[in-house]
T-cell receptor, first 115, second 111 residues
Framework: GAVVSQHPSWVICKSGTSVKIECRSL??????MFWYRQFPKQSLMLMAT?????????EQGVEKDKFLINHASLTLSTLTVTSAHPEDSSFYIC???????????FGSGTRLTVV | SQQGEEDPQALSIQEGENATMNCSYK?????LQWYRQNSGRGLVHLIL?????REKHSGRLRVTLDTSKKSSSLLITASRAADTASYFC???????????FGKGTRLHILP
């Protein structure tokens, strides 16, 4: 079946550094991908919608300059957390829409810890 | 803002029993989906029900949708230890390709 491959699965970085998370759609093209953030024992909060070849659409309250999204090809979307701070520590998940009947497929997530 | 609200927030049942989780939402939807998430992992799509459908089955899963009450339920029959996970409903509105998740129900199956 259609798979979204997300890397890295976990990363630890120092405050002030930037971290890039990649999501690749395997065996299918993803014109649109979505980025979510999830705190422990909480639900997924949509951060932004990533559109191939155009600017991402951010949800209210999400800082565009802090969470840079690039969707340069039909199979790759990246999320860069810039100047990371401990409060950015979270679980980040990407997803892509399949068909109406099969919902969305999700990456395995990236656990970011900023120290 | 989040669309869906699940209840209960947490549920513990004995293996073999049925588990029922409910989801309510606020606006008109195109379809509603249920997902499972094992701890610290990505999400697995379980079932999608369209706004013009009232009930759908998939294996041990049964989903109902009541658009007049803006609510849905997920029933897992004959629960197993492997069903222990968090379950989320997600909705998308007409003309909108993004989905919004509810708060989720943490299900724990006791041996």
């Amino acid at each position: 079946g259609a798979v979204v491959s997300q890397h890295p699965s976990w990363v630890i970085c120092k405050s002030g550094t930037s971290v890039k998370i990649e999501c690749r759609s395997l065996d299918f093209q993803a014109t649109t991908m979505f980025w979510y953030r999830q705190f422990p024992k909480q639900s997924l909060m949509l951060m932004a919608t990533s559109n191939e070849g155009s600017k991402a659409t951010y949800e209210q309250g999400v800082e565009k300059d802090k969470f840079l999204i690039n969707h340069a090809s039909l199979t790759l979307s990246t999320l860069t957390v810039t100047s990371a701070h401990p409060e950015d520590s979270s679980f980040y998940i990407c997803s892509a829409e399949l068909t109406l009947d099969y919902g969305y497929t999700f990456g395995s997530g990236t656990r970011l810890t900023v120290v | 803002s989040q669309q869906g609200e699940e209840d209960p927030q947490a549920l513990s049942i004995q293996e073999g029993e049925n588990a029922t989780m409910n989801c309510s939402y606020k606006t008109s939807i195109n379809n509603l989906q249920w997902y499972r998430q094992n701890s610290g992992r990505g999400l697995v799509h379980l079932i999608l029900i369209r706004s013009n459908e009232r009930e759908k089955h998939s294996g041990r899963l049964r989903v109902t949708l009541d658009t007049s009450k803006k609510s849905s339920s997920l029933l897992i029959t004959a629960s197993r230890a492997a069903d222990t996970a968090s379950y989320f409903c997600a909705t998308d509105a007409w003309g909108d390709d993004k989905i919004i998740f509810g708060k989720g129900t943490r299900l724990h199956i006791l041996p």
